[in-house]
């Protein structure tokens, strides 16, 4: 998602019923809005006051005659969603409490009790606590089964049910029971909330002697464009003199931080998108223009994938156009539309779409979503279906190489995501379980892994946590024992490498720490290898450009 900026609401209406005042109330200014917006001389016959009283008319009705239970939350949500969905798949409502988190997010942070978590046989457990954050110092750990939140038993519970439950203001307290192994009772932590930093970036490394490694991995927030800046800082004092940028699994999110991230690598002058509304007065379409004297002109690579979407794209998008930088691996998402957020009465929120963007070159990069429904679309984008990849409208980059609208940015040199197969993700959950009691001391003879506390490392080398074929033969044992997990013990051996590094993984979410353990998944992965192989043909451009440079003094 981009977000240009925030808007205001107005306010409307005097409502019948206390209890309905929310619901018809943002029914009705979202339908005054969308009329106020139409031309006076729209086709439609039907007026604004035969719209709101059909809505009135129809809650009424489900109040006084439906069968079943309903909560008014929930058809006010839903109805509005449905449509905004029929406009485009990106425009939103959001109800009070996701617009809160909305705005807490933008800012790099939210208040709870930092830590991610995970469920594993329909049940949540903690997976990481962040370092220095309070689940952390109270005592919380990987592995331990969240069963009780303030009193109230979390059996059953999804994720999003016990993540609620932890959220809340900064300095309130939230009970928190778990089960762990090796504990005779359940232990009990009364955490005291506290802000927890969101940080777009999530690994800074050196991935070879002179190539600095940077993980853009979270959505573009207001800290972005400094952390990036601090990044390249921290890369250039170890060494590095050209850098993978890599913006795999990015979302989106604030479009100026995106253009403050482009303006770090592209000099003055270089277009940096066109926005276009389709409303002056909401979005006045407009040509956006680095303006930094002193880039970054250091050999770049920048990695996208399906997952790849929306400012991420107007990054990687114009680095491409302008031969900045060389992109590998797959084809992104495709979204080209800009959000703007409205706040609405009763302090919810509308994501509204209000413009599109084209690269420099004048690609417009939205993949065509009227010909398929909604969940279809969204789908590709959460279960990492790959986007088709369109040959629509060709454009030239500055050098002339030929470039394709209508279908995501498509990678100069691709190389596809490694998947993971069906017994792989079958093995997942009894390899949680696993280590649990591994790092707990409770697997016979391996009671060197228990977990003594954290160490909060940055870098994660590949001789650190290592895993023996002692914990591996122990893990087919543990297959063996627990069928229910229907996975046997041929399937384990068959994937013994896969499980290793799971373990690993997993065993460094204890001890380092979720990001920190990202590493051990980088490790060996086709795509940075590439990367590594491609960083002449990044070295071309950065010369290309810099020769372009000092022509112009």
């Known amino acids: 998602m981009i977000t240009p900026h925030f808007r205001g609401s107005r306010r409307e209406g005097r409502l019948i019923k206390r209890n309905r005042l929310p619901f018809i109330l943002t029914l009705v200014f979202l339908l005054t809005t969308s009329l106020i917006a139409s031309s006076s001389s729209a086709r439609s016959s039907t007026t604004e006051d035969q719209i709101k009283q059909a809505y009135i008319e129809a809650v009424s009705d489900v109040e006084q005659h439906y069968a079943g239970t309903y909560d008014y939350n929930d058809l006010n949500k839903s109805g509005i969603d449905g449509m905004l969905h029929s406009l485009d798949p990106h425009s939103n409502y959001m109800d009070p409490k996701e617009y809160a988190d909305f705005r807490e997010k933008q800012q790099s942070q939210y208040s709870g009790i930092g830590a991610t978590i995970t469920n594993r046989a329909g049940q949540t457990y903690i997976l990481t606590p962040f370092p220095n954050a309070p689940a952390e110092r109270a005592g919380l750990h990987y592995g331990d089964h969240v069963i009780n939140i303030n009193g109230e038993s979390s059996y059953g519970w999804s994720m999003a049910q016990v993540s609620e439950k932890m959220l809340g203001p900064r300095g309130t307290q939230v009970k928190v029971t778990v089960a762990r192994p090796g504990e005779k009772e359940p232990l009990t932590f009364n955490i005291t909330r506290d802000v927890v930093p969101l940080p777009s970036i999530t690994v800074i490394k050196m991935v070879s002697p002179n190539v600095g490694y940077i993980h853009l991995e979270k959505a573009f927030n207001f800290t972005t464009a400094d952390e990036l800046r601090n990044a390249l800082d921290t890369l250039k004092a170890k060494g590095a003199t050209s850098y993978i940028l890599d913006l795999r699994e990015n979302p989106g999110g604030l479009l100026n931080e995106a253009l403050e991230v482009l303006d770090d690598f592209l000099g003055r002058g270089n277009k940096l998108l066109s926005v276009h509304g389709r409303r002056s007065e909401d979005l006045p379409p407009q040509d956006i223009y680095a303006h ?19 400012a991420s794209e107007i990054v990687a998008g114009a680095l491409q156009d302008h031969d900045r930088a060389w992109i590998v691996g797959e084809n992104s998402f495709g979204k080209g539309l800009v959000q703007t957020p409205f706040q609405l009465p009763g302090d919810a929120g509308l994501y509204l779409t209000t413009g599109k963007y084209l690269t420099p070159s004048g690609r417009l990069i939205q993949r065509d979503y009227s010909k398929i429904p909604f969940w279809t679309y969204i789908l590709m984008e959460r279960n990492g279906a790959a986007p088709p990849t369109e040959q629509g409208p060709s454009f030239t980059t500055d050098n002339g190489r030929q470039v394709y609208g209508g279908g995501g940015i498509t990678p100069d040199t691709e190389v596809k995501s490694q998947l993971l197969t069906d017994a792989q993700i079958r093995l997942l959950t009894p390899q949680f379980m696993f280590t649990r009691q591994l790092i707990n001391g409770q697997i016979a003879g391996l009671e060197s892994y228990k977990y003594s506390g954290p160490k909060h490392e940055s870098i994660v080398n590949k001789d650190d946590l290592p895993v023996s074929d002692a914990v591996l033969t122990a893990f087919e044992a543990f297959v063996k ?23 690993r ?18 490790e060996n992965d086709p795509v940075i290898e590439a990367a590594l192989k491609q960083m002449p043909q990044a070295a071309k451009l950065a010369s ?9 003094k």
């Open 505 to 522: 993984f997993d065993l460094a979410n204890a001890v380092y720490g979720v990001d920190a353990a990202e590493q051990i998944l980088m």
């Open 481 to 503: 024992a627990h069928p229910e997990y229907g996975v046997s013990v041929k399937m384990a051996q068959n994937n013994r490498e896969y499980v290793r590094q799971r373990i």
């Open 292 to 310: 930094n004297s002193r880039p970054d002109q250091s050999p770049l690579i920048v990695l996208i994938n399906r997952d790849s979407a929306s």
């Open 544 to 552: 290309a450009i810099a020769q372009r440079s000092v022509g112009m």
